[in-house]
Nanobody, 124 residues
Framework: QVQLVESGGGLVQAGGSLRLSCVASGRTFSNYVRVMAWFRQAPGKEREFVASITSRGGSTYSTDSVKGRFTIDRDNAKNTVFLQMNSLKPEDTAVYYC???????????????WGQGTQVTVSS
């Protein structure tokens, strides 16, 4: 099984930056996980895909609304995935979740394991 723990959220002014971290652990992690991703959910809205990275190869993809501002990267030696968020906007305010799965993709159903979430609040 896989466990994911996010950290790094907080309160920041518009235009500022935050770096989120997700540490993964589990006896069979390498057998179950091919893709890791970040999702976010704002109050009253559905959870949405933000960015993903493959466990092997490091191929990345991000949604249009964050391209040029957010970067996903990884440190395989530490089983850690990061989300570097720059030029933050109030619209980025949400709970950010780390996800891992075998199928991956843009939908929640492509991921089998989820972290507890970390709050990101961007003030105007």
């Amino acid at each position: 099984q896989v466990q994911l723990v996010e950290s790094g959220g907080g309160l920041v002014q518009a235009g500022g930056s935050l770096r989120l971290s997700c540490v993964a652990s589990g006896r069979t992690f390498s057998n179950y996980v091919r893709v890791m991703a970040w999702f976010r959910q704002a109050p009253g809205k559905e959870r949405e895909f933000v960015a993903s990275i493959t466990s092997r190869g490091g191929s990345t993809y991000s949604t249009d609304s964050v391209k040029g501002r957010f970067t996903i990267d990884r440190d395989n030696a530490k089983n850690t995935v990061f989300l570097q968020m720059n030029s933050l906007k109030p619209e980025d305010t949400a709970v950010y979740y780390c996800a891992a799965g075998y199928v991956g993709g843009l939908q929640n159903s492509g991921y089998d394991y989820w972290g507890q979430g970390t709050q990101v609040t961007v003030s105007s």
